[in-house]
């Protein structure tokens, strides 16, 4: 169900494209980093996410304190439990995660680098965090009369994030606190998705022009991501070549937002998509579990194509990792509701 109400926005093609990019990160995490799929999809597949974020950002209207409090609410909050769950699972399966002793270690790589042991992935949440009060500063500072006047800041940050990675060191302890740098690659991208869903009217594109840029699109992002460039990583601030870098990442952007708004109608895309952060977050444990499971010798999926292995297993682990993003979003549904409807002692009561 697609609802435009002011406390909660929903647009079924953003979630039918977060569900078609989530299969693209588990399919991402299954190949290694020299295979052409994987620079193909590490091409664009985070900087879409950010930029659907920004698609759906409406103008700040509150103020700092409080943007900051339901920010923390939403994206800190389930990064310290997945955080913890991750631990879990190294004590449970120490063997196949990195595991480390050293509290100094913990410390500096949940609480710095923002990036857990065994469920890394969730390095998304502090990112965003970052990144949203970056937008909501620049936001701020906007007249608000057109969003064009957006462009110059977002090609200003496109600069910077870039260039800043010259002066800042490979090594993850040397890289800025808490996904600050990642944070301020992704700005860039948060701020293109506003000002398209400010300028753009895509709910109006005919769908044949949506077709051809559903087959021209993935092939710009090829030519420029995969022939023209090397390694690129959101997570670690990799970025290549600037200039095919950005001409991959924003046409892979437009590639998610063309897929989602061709397939809309399919509304189980969409309820996948509605439950993209727990999805995204918990998708690499059940990965490593296919992938003990069932790439074993003797197995027949090790008769396939190698190029087809990774996209094969990535389906098992998506679709075990959907019911787990649906009993998160139960959970998270309910404590919110015992929480509004918690008791409040009445004013003035008895003393005694």
């Given at each position: ?7 909660a926005?929903r647009?079924?093609?953003?979630d ?16 290694g980093?020299?295979d ?7 091409a ?12 759906c950002t409406?103008?700040p209207?509150?103020?700092?304190s ?6 923390a ?6 990064y310290?439990?997945f955080s913890l769950l991750g631990l879990?699972i ?11 002793s ?10 710095y680098?923002a990036q ?13 965090f970052?990144?949203s009060l970056?937008l ?5 500072s906007?007249?608000?009369k ?10 200003f940050?496109?600069?910077?994030a870039v ?10 302890y ?9 944070a301020l690659a992704?700005?860039p991208?948060?701020l ?8 753009g009217?895509?709910e ?9 840029a559903?087959?021209?699109?993935p ?8 022939r023209?460039n090397?390694?690129?990583n959101?997570?670690?601030c990799?970025f290549?070549n600037r200039?095919?870098?950005y001409?991959?990442s924003v046409?892979g952007?437009l590639?998610a ?8 109608r399919v509304?189980f895309?969409?309820w996948?998509g509605r ?13 490593w579990a296919?992938?003990k499971?069932?790439?074993?010798p003797?197995s ?17 682990a998506?679709?075990a990792s959907v ?7 139960r959970?998270?549904?309910l404590l ?7 008791a409040?002692p009445?004013?003035?009561?008895d003393p005694?």
């Amino acid at each position: 169900m697609n609802r435009n109400t002011p406390s909660a926005p929903r647009l079924a093609f953003v979630d039918v494209a977060k569900a078609l990019l989530l299969y693209l990160v588990v399919v991402g995490h299954a190949v290694g980093a020299e295979d052409p799929v994987f620079r193909f999809i590490f091409a664009f597949h985070m900087h879409a996410f950010f930029f659907l974020s920004g698609f759906c950002t409406r103008r700040p209207t509150g103020n700092f304190s409080r943007y900051l409090g339901r920010k923390a609410a939403s994206l800190l909050i389930p990064y310290v439990l997945f955080s913890l769950l991750g631990l879990g699972i190294m004590e449970l399966f120490p063997a196949d995660w990195k595991y480390y002793s050293d509290a100094h270690d913990y410390l500096m790589r949940y609480l710095y680098v923002a990036q857990p042991y065994a469920l890394g992935s969730v390095w998304f949440l502090p990112c965003l965090f970052v990144a949203s009060l970056m937008l909501f500063c620049v936001l701020r500072s906007w007249n608000g009369k057109d969003a064009w006047g957006l462009v110059a800041p977002m090609l200003f940050f496109g600069w910077l994030a870039v260039t800043l990675y010259d002066y800042i060191g490979a090594d993850q302890y040397e890289c800025l606190p808490f996904k600050t740098d990642s944070a301020l690659a992704a700005l860039p991208f948060l701020l293109l998705g506003f000002i398209l869903r400010e300028k753009g009217q895509v709910e109006r594109w005919k769908t044949p022009w949506l077709l051809a840029a559903a087959g021209i699109l993935p092939l710009i992002v090829w030519f420029a991501g995969v022939r023209h460039n090397g390694y690129v990583n959101l997570c670690g601030c990799y970025f290549g070549n600037r200039l095919p870098y950005y001409v991959a990442s924003v046409a892979g952007c437009l590639w998610a937002l063309v897929l989602g708004l061709l397939l809309r109608r399919v509304r189980f895309l969409a309820w996948i998509g509605r439950h993209s952060l727990p999805i995204f977050a918990i998708h690499s444990f059940f990965l490593w579990a296919c992938q003990k499971l069932l790439l074993v010798p003797g197995s027949p999926l090790l008769s396939l194509p190698a190029f087809c292995i990774p996209f094969v297993i990535a389906l098992p682990a998506y679709a075990a990792s959907v019911p787990f993003g649906w009993a998160w979003a139960r959970c998270e549904a309910l404590l919110r509701r015992a929480w509004k409807n918690r008791a409040v002692p009445a004013k003035g009561g008895d003393p005694a």
